[in-house]
């Protein structure tokens, strides 16, 4: 089968402004029967008032400009308004405040261009990029960059927003960060401009301004990934201590512990240009902040914590806030450390697939010519550097993955989305589950069995699993998370040849109704990956032919039915798998009509591909694969019926 390749995941970033967005605002309020005015007042409303501020811009008035300015930081969080505002051109207009003569317009409008960039929108920050808005954001970074302005003495987050100079680079830092994330034009543009140096100068701030640090590091993080040309210049000889520098801070901050993570995820970013000798001794001391990281119980910390934030309401004393802010950098943190696990046990491949548009797909027969494409990507042993695969083992890293799939009790959780001031930790809780979901089944696929703890830790793996199946939220992020460790923990048991018998006809019914229900097609992808694992194992066992009969069903039931085409053809390999060979497999393969049932699904297969080709992307392999080898397993099953 085709590649599978996931995105990496990335922390979810705060709000910019620290409060909640309009869209979460009027979400929040619909949610209590009570939606807000927002919602109900006509977009008429807020298109006159976007382009009446957007007018402002450019007055002669410095009072003005700023004002409108700080009116559009606020208007951007609206979805409604954001369109008005980015049809009339806002990018073109507020931009160039950015080198505006008065400090305060220049701090306002990167505040209301990060707010923009922010819409977790790609499509926006792709088009803030085209609009030009790293011109000037380049040329004001590079200002500070000959003189970052340098506190006396440790500030604080709050202090750093109050500083007009320090703000102006912290909103032009968060800016950038979001414009690299979303946008690989603007890693391009990073390069080009070398604001490199800024981000390394902004890093050793930690000292004395860590919000500024921190989100240095955020950007890092995100620019180095794949970025063979600043990787190679962030490993010179003096450079690089400056990143060492950074993983090995002190403090005993929950923030020092972010930073540690982040740059450490930096460091996994750029090992292939680290210095040979010292790549080992890297990975290890990478593994080990992982590992500390991991260890903390921070729904323990929470649970301490919540009845003091619960008694005074919403107003916290400085202590209260002070540890609730520690608690928000902690689960930060641990998802950063689950994504930078998660991407350790995902080696890049730099064998790329060559363009299939082209002779191998321009036919339209089912001919049984050609190769078979090889296995998912997913299903093949991940061969991992033994510096990774020790670093991993011996910091214990699939235990304390482990340890983090789970949810507190209900009623915490309950608590803690219901308390205003806690929604931030509820909600970076649930993130770091399905971190540690996504975590352990790359785990799963790239550690040898013995190393996990043999099929008895497999097992305990598996039950974990099949408890969460009731619990888990019904998100898409969540559920995903959680079919995804399902699939890679059966598909492990599969190729090691062991039945798990704790599986039953229920777990299996549970896992679909979670699944069928979803228009998520990776979700259902996970389904018919499950099924197949276990089908592999019941085809050659003459008691589970019943089960055997049920997992046939519900693959013909979601290739003959399932209006994807990658998850039709992620269904037909399933089946290609589990019913080739095998006296029981036949057996159940003829009870339920399989060969008939596919057969029809013949033409109509053609005709599907034809009208949705052009939209498969990167599923295109996996199609083509299935498509080809549905008419050599027709011919196959029934010349084995003619014997």
């Known amino acids: 089968m085709g590649k599978d390749r996931r995105k990496r995941r990335r922390a979810k970033k705060p709000q910019p402004t620290g409060l909640p967005s309009m869209q979460e605002t009027t979400a929040e309020e619909a949610e209590l029967g009570n939606p807000s005015s927002t919602s109900t007042t006509g977009n008429s409303t807020f298109q006159g008032q976007s382009i009446a501020v957007l007018e402002k811009l450019q007055s002669g008035s410095d009072e003005e400009r700023e004002c409108a300015c700080t009116t559009l930081a606020t208007l951007v969080q609206d979805a409604s308004a954001m369109e008005t505002l980015l049809d009339h051109n806002i990018v073109k207009s507020l931009a160039p405040l950015l080198m505006d003569k008065r400090p305060s317009i220049r701090e306002a409008a990167a505040g209301a261009l990060r707010n923009l960039s922010a819409s977790s929108n790609q499509d926006v920050c792709m088009r803030m990029v085209e609009d030009d808005v790293f011109t000037p954001l380049a040329t004001l970074l590079q200002q500070f960059s000959s003189a970052i302005p340098q506190p006396s003495q440790e500030m604080s987050g709050d202090a750093v927003k109050k500083d007009p100079a320090l703000n102006t680079l912290l909103q032009a830092l968060h800016l950038l960060w979001n414009l690299c994330e979303n946008a690989s034009t603007a890693v391009s543009l990073f390069n080009q401009y070398h ?3 800024l981000l390394l100068d902004t890093l050793q701030m930690f000292g004395v301004c860590l919000e500024l640090s921190l989100t240095a590091a955020h950007c890092l993080q995100t620019v180095t990934e794949d970025n063979v040309e600043l990787a190679k210049e962030l490993c010179k000889p003096h450079l690089l201590p400056i990143l060492e520098g950074a993983l090995m801070c002190p403090g005993e901050r929950m923030q020092h512990l972010l930073l540690r993570n982040l740059i450490a995820g930096c460091m996994y970013n ?42 005074n309401g919403t107003t916290l004393s400085k202590v209260v806030a002070k540890e609730l802010h520690e608690m928000e950098s ?3 943190a641990q998802q950063v450390a689950l994504e930078v696990t998660s991407n350790m046990c995902c080696p890049e491949d730099d064998e790329e ?6 002779s191998s797909s321009s036919s339209d027969d089912l001919d049984d010519g050609g190769e078979v ?15 990774i695969q020790s670093s991993l083992t011996n910091q214990q890293l699939p235990n304390k993955v482990l340890l983090k799939i789970g949810l507190p009790e209900k009623d915490f959780m309950q608590n803690l989305e219901a308390c205003k001031e806690t929604k931030t930790v509820f909600k970076g809780l649930l ?15 790239a550690v040898e069995l013995e190393s996990l703890g043999g099929p008895e830790a497999l ?25 995804s460790a399902l699939r890679s923990t059966l598909h492990k048991m599969a190729e090691n040849k062991f039945t798990p018998e704790i599986l039953t006809d229920s777990h299996l019914s549970a896992i679909a109704s979670l699944c069928q229900s979803s228009s998520n097609d990776a979700i259902r992808v996970n389904f018919v990956g499950t099924l197949g694992s276990v089908g592999s194992l019941l085809a050659f066992n003459e008691e589970t032919q019943q089960l055997l009969m049920a997992v046939g069903t519900q693959l013909l039931e979601v290739a003959t039915k399932d209006n994807s085409l990658w998850v039709t053809a992620e269904a037909l390999d399933a089946i290609f798998d589990v019913f080739g060979d095998g006296d029981v497999a036949d057996i159940v393969a003829a009870n339920i009509g399989l060969v008939a049932k596919l057969r029809t699904l013949v033409p109509q297969l053609k005709a599907r591909f034809r009208q949705g080709k052009s939209a498969l992307g990167e599923h295109l392999p996996v199609v083509i694969s299935a498509r080809s080898n549905l008419a050599r397993f027709i011919k196959y099953k029934e010349a084995q019926q003619c014997k």
């Open 431 to 445: 993130r770091v589950q399905s971190r540690a979901l996504m975590c352990l089944q790359n785990l799963i696929a």
């Open 270 to 311: 750029i090992k292939e240009s680290l210095p040979a000798a010292g790549q080992g001794q890297t990975m290890q001391v990478i593994a080990k902040i992982i590992s500390q990281t991991l260890e903390i119980d921070a729904a323990n910390r929470m649970a301490t914590l919540l009845p003091q934030i619960q008694t």
């Open 330 to 332: 902690l689960v930060s």
């Open 195 to 197: 604001l490199m140096k």
């Open 353 to 358: 697939w060559e363009d299939l548009d082209s």
């Open 459 to 483: 097992t305990l793996v598996l039950q974990k699993l099949l408890d969460l199946i009731q619990l888990v939220p019904s998100e898409d992020e969540s559920v995903e998370a959680l079919t």
């Open 373 to 387: 494409m090889q296995e998912d990507s997913l299903m093949m042993p991940l061969c991992l550097s033994a510096e």
